[in-house]
């Protein structure tokens, strides 16, 4: 079949799961599983081998990711019971003011709390934000609610362990410590300087607050002082309540901590070519996750009990098992997409810069994002195209992985679920959701492959 064929297949097969997802409301993870059997069949594959295909390159990335991703929202369920996270938020907002919170809250979701189901971490985060923004005074409401925006998408494919890094980590055999690491890198001056561009644009007069705030927020939302209804939240704030004064906060952060550091220390000694079994077995990412899971166990139990810990760690498998069948098949299409020569193809435009590979596969993120809505598969689905060309032009898998996470950050839109909560708990319009949201992650994700390109010199 000749290149071009081949190409034409592809851009189909795409565009075929974005009209399934988008016109027909198929399931994104059924939708990916028809694209990638269409592009294996009409690019010669046949029918053995692209059912073969498909059902290996789900089955590599759950044996890369599958526990990382159960340990890590399990994890994040626990702590979401405790109280933990809205405890941390208030303690922030103690120590830095008011005025310093839209950076001190963004940079805490995209870095610390990842481990946070992002619809789960954006409730109990917003009514700590809502009280943040009326002592901000003016703007309040703009600056924080892009602050929950920016910090939350951000943190999903670029921090470990975030569901999208860790799908992409896996995808492109990017060791898991030294996405963690580079991660990070980009992560905070990303973060910082799109918040900071934000905040710029609605001091100089780019918000109204007549017709970008909805000027009687639902009561059901929030209420003046800050704290949730009934429901998934209140619970979160009558736990915060009662833990306060039982459990410090350091010791409820403390098994997470633990595990991100044994991660973290084993690619710096791998780097360093240090080597130690004691060492290398603890700093597995699973092994260090494993200990993050069962340490916060304990101290959740102790923290509010076994039988809230139980119910919550019911909630977190809930929760993982549509993450883990949507990551799946995004590695389906992906190995699919390899499988065909597609990396090859492409590698023949790219031999003079390792700079337009990244640029192309920041664009089909982006493309993907705005017709999908999900940051999760057009990230996967981006980064698997140009999986295979990193090898014959030397870039480095994980800033394919970076760059990818940043593309599907480009216009958070109408699509978004994470949109409309913001509009509604944030007591924003629509059309100052559009400022908020859609602008600030998409400022967002410019700044990431700015930063990420130059990158691609040194590495």
Not at 281 to 298: D, E, H, K, M
Not at 445 to 451: F, K, N
Request: hydrophobic fraction near 55%; charge should be negative.
């Amino acid at each position: 079949m000749s290149d071009l064929a081949t190409m034409i297949n592809t851009a189909a097969a795409i565009l075929a799961v974005v009209v399934l997802i988008t016109r027909f409301k198929f399931n994104p993870a059924v939708s990916l599983v028809i694209g990638a059997a269409y592009l294996g069949l009409t690019s010669g594959l046949g029918v053995e081998k692209t059912v073969d295909t498909i059902t290996t390159g789900f089955g590599d990335i759950m044996a890369e990711v599958g526990l990382l991703v159960a340990f890590g929202v399990l994890m994040g369920a626990m702590l979401q019971e405790t109280g933990a996270i809205q405890r941390l938020v208030g303690t922030l907002i103690r120590l830095l003011g008011a005025n310093r919170m839209p950076y001190a809250m963004s940079l805490t979701l995209a870095t610390f709390l990842q481990s946070i189901y992002l619809d789960v971490l954006m409730v109990i985060s917003a009514p700590l934000a809502r009280s943040t923004a009326a002592k901000i005074g003016k703007k309040g409401t703009a600056k924080m609610a892009t602050a929950l925006a920016i910090g939350g998408e951000c943190g999903i494919v670029l921090t470990v362990p975030g569901v999208g890094a860790l799908a992409l980590a896996g995808l492109l055999g990017v060791p898991l410590g030294k996405m963690l690491l580079f991660g990070l890198v980009l992560v905070i001056p990303t973060v910082a300087i799109a918040v900071a561009v934000m905040c710029f644009l609605f001091d100089r007069g780019w918000w109204n607050e007549e017709r970008d705030e909805q000027q009687a927020p639902p009561e059901e939302t929030a209420g003046d002082d800050g704290d949730l209804d009934a429901g998934t939240g209140g619970v979160a704030t009558k736990t915060a309540a009662e833990t306060r004064t039982e459990t410090p906060l350091p010791l409820l952060f403390a098994p997470l901590c633990t595990a991100l550091v044994l991660i973290a220390v084993g690619a710096i000694l791998d780097v360093a070519e240090i080597h130690n079994p004691i060492v290398e077995f603890l700093s597995t990412p699973v092994i260090a996750l494993l200990i993050g899971l069962v340490g916060t166990s304990f101290v959740g139990r102790h923290a509010v009990g076994i039988e809230r810990i139980q119910r919550s760690i019911a909630t977190g498998f809930s929760e993982s098992g549509q993450i883990l069948i949507l990551t799946g098949v995004g590695g389906s299409l992906a190995a699919t997409i390899s499988a065909i020569g597609l990396g090859d193809i492409l590698g023949e435009y790219f031999t003079a810069s390792s700079a337009a590979p990244l640029l192309m596969v920041w664009v089909i993120a982006a493309v993907l994002h705005v017709a999908v809505g999900s940051v999760t598969i057009s990230a996967i689905t981006a980064a698997g195209i140009l999986a295979p060309v990193a090898p014959a032009l030397g870039i480095d898998p994980v800033l394919i992985a970076l760059a990818a996470g940043a593309g599907s950050l480009f216009a958070v839109h109408v699509t978004s679920n994470t949109f409309w909560l913001l509009q509604s708990l944030m007591g924003q319009t629509t059309r100052g959701t559009l400022k908020s949201c859609s602008v600030g992650v998409s400022v967002a994700s410019v700044v990431a492959i700015l930063l990420i390109m130059p990158l691609s010199l040194v590495l």
